[in-house]
Structures are given as structure tokens and as C-alpha cells.
Nanobody
Framework: QVQLVESGGGLVQAGGSLRLSCAASGRTFSSYAMGWFRQAPGKEREFVGG????????YNADSVKGRFTISRDNAKNTVYLQMNSLKPEDTAVYYC?????????????????WGQGTQVTVSS
């Protein structure tokens, strides 16, 4: 069982930065692949990026490549999403998710655990 709690969201102007954190409980955090997703009003949940349990391979959606970076600290049971050069279209609720496998996938239903989400609002 893994419980996830996101933090770090807020209101930021376009071009600004935010760092989201996802703290996980559970002694086997290091064996989970982690994903970040976002959902804007009226839209489907969208894959943002993910990181393998080892932390050595990360994935990012085309829409955020070059701007967002994912990292994890297994000793702290935490995964991070560093968001730079934010745009108004990045406005959404951001969720972290854990998958009991080594690999990252982009399909939300393949993830076993979800956080409650944190709101990110980017003003123009």
C-alpha cells in the first residue's frame, strides 16, 4: 500500500517556476515507477512525465519537454516535478501516481495509487 501527497502548487505568472513534491508512504516506494499527470477543467487526465524506480530514466510529454524535469529521492520517499517557463496552458490540477512496476506508462489506469492533486494556475 502506498499513499501519496502532493504539494507545491499555487499561482504563478507566465514564465515563472514551481516545484511540485509528492511524498509517499510505504516501505517499498523504491520499487514503484512514478508518474505525473495533469487535468484541466473539461479535459482528460494527461500524462506529463514519469520516472523509473531507479531514477535513471525519465520521460516527458512533448508539451513539457525542455521545461519540466522529474526526479526522485528514494531515501526521502519523494518524487519531484520541477516546472520552468510555465505557460497559461499548463494550468491544471497535477497528480502524482505510483505503479507497482519498473517501467513508466502513459495510461492513467495502469497506475495503482494516486495523490489528491495540487492546483497549478499560470496567469498570463
Amino acid at each position: 500500500q502506498v499513499q501519496l501527497v502532493e504539494s507545491g502548487g499555487g499561482l504563478v505568472q507566465a514564465g515563472g517556476s514551481l516545484r511540485l513534491s509528492c511524498a509517499a508512504s510505504g516501505r517499498t516506494f523504491s520499487s514503484y515507477a512514478m508518474g505525473w499527470f495533469r487535468q484541466a477543467p473539461g479535459k482528460e487526465r494527461e500524462f506529463v512525465g514519469g520516472i523509473r524506480w531507479s531514477g535513471r530514466i525519465t520521460y516527458n510529454a512533448d508539451s513539457v519537454k525542455g521545461r519540466f524535469t522529474i526526479s526522485r529521492d528514494n531515501a526521502k520517499n519523494t518524487v519531484y516535478l520541477q516546472m520552468n517557463s510555465l505557460k497559461p496552458e499548463d494550468t491544471a490540477v497535477y497528480y502524482c501516481a505510483a505503479r507497482s512496476a519498473a517501467t513508466v506508462v502513459v495510461v492513467p489506469r495502469e497506475y495503482d495509487y494516486w495523490g489528491q492533486g495540487t492546483q497549478v494556475t499560470v496567469s498570463s
